[in-house]
Every structure is written in structure tokens, then in C-alpha cells.
Nanobody, 119 residues
Framework: QVQLVESGGGLVQPGGSLRLSCAASGSIFSILAMGWYRQAPGKQRELVAVITSGGSTNYADSVKGRFTISRDNAKNTVSLQMNSLKPEDTAVYYC?????????????WGQGTQVTVSS
């Protein structure tokens, strides 16, 4: 099992910045990728950004140029720097780990942290 603890959410004005962090513990070997998803009220959960064990990154089109994902392999943490925030970025943000196992790749989720962008 992998345990994920997120921090850094909150209320910010449009145009502002927030930094989310996620610390992984437990069975943290064979991690293929770490990332962030978000879910706004009434909408499906969507990928925000992901970073592989090799350092490759992928972003949702809606956040490209504004968000940056980074990873500290030594500390088993993943962070999301969010700049130029917009009201439509308001959502619960979930940390995600994809880990290889004998039964295939498995996803693990954090508890979620609320990000609200409002004036």
C-alpha cells in the first residue's frame, strides 16, 4: 500500500499562486508516475499534470504554461506550482501515484485538498 498526504490548498484570488505538495510513504518502490488530478463540483475527475519516474511530464491543455509539476525522488514527494490561477481552477485536487505490481499497475490516491480561486 501507498499512503499519500497532501498539503497546500486554500483560497486565492484570481491571478494568484499556490503550491501543492504530496508526500508518499509505505510501499513506495516501483513507482511509475506521480501526478495531480482535480475534480470540480458536478464534473468528472481530470488529469492536471503527471511526472514519470524518468522525469517526463504531461499537462492538461488548460494548465499548460501556468502549472509546473516537480518531483523529489529522494524524498518521495511531488509538488504542483500553480500560477496565474483562474476561477475555473477551483476544485478538489488529488495526489496520485501509479505503481507497478505483480497484478499490474495500481493507482493510489490522496484524500484531496481544496483549491478555491475567487475574489
Amino acid at each position: 500500500q501507498v499512503q499519500l498526504v497532501e498539503s497546500g490548498g486554500g483560497l486565492v484570488q484570481p491571478g494568484g499562486s499556490l503550491r501543492l505538495s504530496c508526500a508518499a510513504s509505505g510501499s513506495i518502490f516501483s513507482i511509475l508516475a506521480m501526478g495531480w488530478y482535480r475534480q470540480a463540483p458536478g464534473k468528472q475527475r481530470e488529469l492536471v499534470a503527471v511526472i514519470t519516474s524518468g522525469g517526463s511530464t504531461n499537462y492538461a491543455d488548460s494548465v499548460k504554461g501556468r502549472f509546473t509539476i516537480s518531483r523529489d525522488n529522494a524524498k518521495n514527494t511531488v509538488s504542483l506550482q500553480m500560477n496565474s490561477l483562474k476561477p475555473e481552477d477551483t476544485a478538489v485536487y488529488y495526489c496520485n501515484v501509479l505503481r507497478a505490481s505483480s497484478v499490474g499497475a495500481q493507482h493510489y490516491w490522496g484524500q484531496g485538498t481544496q483549491v478555491t480561486v475567487s475574489s
